[in-house]
């Protein structure tokens, strides 16, 4: 009669202590402009096959308790004694890890920071709804627009769109303005 049965499964991949697990979670906030929502930084701490679920969310959650990495509403972000503590050992990262990493990291680290360039916002005004929208280049604003809508779906539509395409909707403000209405 078998009592049981033990499935060993090797995990592959070149992480698969603890530390290496924190000390790649504080590599990977340390390269993002702002707090990163929760499924996308545990994409991201997916690329060494070595690292498992559980052992991933463990980290993440010592990491806040010791005051590594705050947590909000909106997901995660280092914090000054997280990113001085990953400056001091993220050399220890496998490089192949760290580059694979940073191909991951680089396109979400793009739409964060255009994100936080591109505001849009709502609030109830006399009237109705006033949309605000406003986009900076990084130094400074360079739009900022206030609209009054008819009521809350035309302002989250509007809203959308911007977001969406905040620099096609400048350009052709521009080009409206240069022509001077012709």
Not at 91 to 103: D, E, F, G, I, Q
Request: net charge negative; aromatic share 8%; with cysteine.
């Amino acid at each position: 009669m078998v009592y049981g049965v033990w499935l060993i499964m090797e995990r592959l991949g070149f992480i698969h202590e603890k530390l290496d697990i924190k000390i790649l979670i504080l590599y990977i906030l340390r390269r993002l402009p702002g707090t990163v929502e929760p499924e996308t930084l545990a994409e991201l701490c997916q690329c060494d096959s070595g690292i498992g679920y559980f052992d991933y969310s463990d980290c993440l959650a010592e990491l806040v308790e010791t005051g590594h990495i705050n947590e909000n509403d909106e997901g995660y972000c280092i914090t000054e004694k997280g990113a001085r503590n990953a400056d001091a050992v993220e050399s220890s990262l496998p490089y192949s890890v760290r580059t694979k990493a940073n191909k991951l990291i680089a396109p979400v680290e793009e739409r964060m920071r255009r994100a936080a360039m591109i505001s849009a916002k709502h609030h109830a005004a006399e009237g109705g709804i006033t949309v605000e929208l406003a986009m900076s280049d990084g130094m400074g604003e360079i739009i900022r627009l206030s609209f009054l809508c008819s009521g809350e779906e035309q302002a989250k539509l509007i809203e959308k769109n911007f977001r969406r395409d905040a620099e096609a909707y400048y350009q052709k403000i521009v080009a409206l303005l240069e022509k001077g209405g012709k």
